[in-house]
């Protein structure tokens, strides 16, 4: 069975940075596409950023463009996001996401982590 499990979050102070982990284990999967979403409070779930294994190129939804950066590992089953320049409207529970379709539509996500939290004060 498909594992994914975050890492990293926390509290901090906006300005700051800080740097989620994904790790994937176990299971038969071929993974095309990986990707972080967020859930804010009392808000939709919404794309944050995603990296495709065939040329390693990244995507970033509007909101974290040119402030978080995500990275994966050779294997393949292992994913970064770094994020700077923190503002309180970062604050959510992010997800990570496995896609096998390479499309990174929530809507197709094959397998999802629990979820870690980002809280980031004024």
């Known amino acids: 069975q498909v594992q994914v499990v975050e890492s990293g979050g926390g509290l901090v102070q906006a300005g700051a940075s800080t740097r989620l982990s994904c790790a994937v284990s176990g299971g038969t999967y071929s993974s095309e596409s990986m990707a972080w979403f967020r859930r804010p409070p009392g808000k939709d779930l919404e794309f944050v950023a995603g990296i495709t294994w065939d040329n390693n190129r990244t995507y970033y939804g509007d909101s974290v463009k040119g402030r978080f950066t995500i990275s994966g590992g050779s294997a393949k089953n292992t994913v970064l996001l770094q994020m700077n320049s923190l503002l309180p409207e970062d604050t959510a529970i992010y997800y990570c996401?496995?896609?096998?379709?390479?499309?990174?539509?929530?809507?197709?996500?094959?397998?999802w982590g629990k979820g870690t939290q980002v809280t980031v004060s004024e």
């Open positions: 996401a496995v896609d096998t379709s390479g499309t990174m539509d929530r809507r197709t996500i094959d397998y």
